[in-house]
């Protein structure tokens, strides 16, 4: 491994630490219970947070999808394009339970990542790039398969909604998994 690989390599991983755990801390203060079918409040400021994670991915794709460069890029800005269209559909979807709840849909752009389970970490290349976003898929995958089991059977509406969106964070994983075999030549440290 490379001094440059090393030192990007570190704080990348301890970042996933901390925002996965930060993720789980709200869930924790939830408190899942028999008696939470009626906290639609509570269902609110996950559905916020997943809004924000949302948002905070289409904002990184769409980065990358212009940003990126060089000969081999095409394909991987292709996919980012991709990416940011079905994010920010993702956060439509959310948004719209969020009203249907009665909640209003937060867009404020302040304070946007602290809400966010997922981080705006730009890649300095096209690697660098594609394992952001592969992180950030694996910090979302988490959060939902978490928000999944919490809201079980209290709120099949909600836990639906989550379950297509994991679906296809999977799937956005997995591209991101194959476009780093494909430009790097070896998977990253962990599947
Ligand atoms: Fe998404
Ligand atoms: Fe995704």
């Excluded at 924000?52 to 769409?62: G, N, Q, S």
């Excluded at 300095?124 to 919490?150: C, F, G, P, Q, T």
């Excluded at 956005?172 to 790097?184: F, I, P, Q, S, W």
């Amino acid at each position: 491994m490379s001094a440059q690989a090393q030192k990007t390599d570190k704080p990348f991983l301890s970042d996933v630490k901390t925002l996965r755990e930060r993720a789980r801390q709200h869930l924790e203060s939830g408190a899942v219970g028999t008696n939470y079918a009626g906290d639609v409040k509570k269902t609110i400021q996950f559905l916020q947070e997943v809004l924000a994670t949302e948002i905070v991915c289409t904002l990184r794709y769409t980065q990358n999808a212009i940003a990126a460069h060089g000969i081999s890029s095409q394909g991987a800005k292709a996919e980012f394009a991709e990416h940011a269209k079905e994010e920010w559909g993702h956060a439509m979807t959310v948004a719209e339970r969020i009203n249907q709840l009665g909640g209003d849909p937060d867009f404020n752009p302040e304070g946007l990542l602290t809400k966010s389970a997922a981080q705006y970490a730009i890649g300095a290349n096209l690697v660098e790039m594609i394992k952001e976003n592969l992180v950030a898929e694996r910090i979302a995958i988490d959060h939902y398969r978490e928000l999944i089991r919490y809201f079980g059977d209290d709120d099949p509406g909600t836990r639906v909604m989550i379950e297509g969106i994991l679906t296809v964070e999977e799937e956005h994983a997995d591209d991101m998994h194959d476009l780093l075999v494909a430009h790097e030549g070896k998977p990253m440290l962990q599947r």
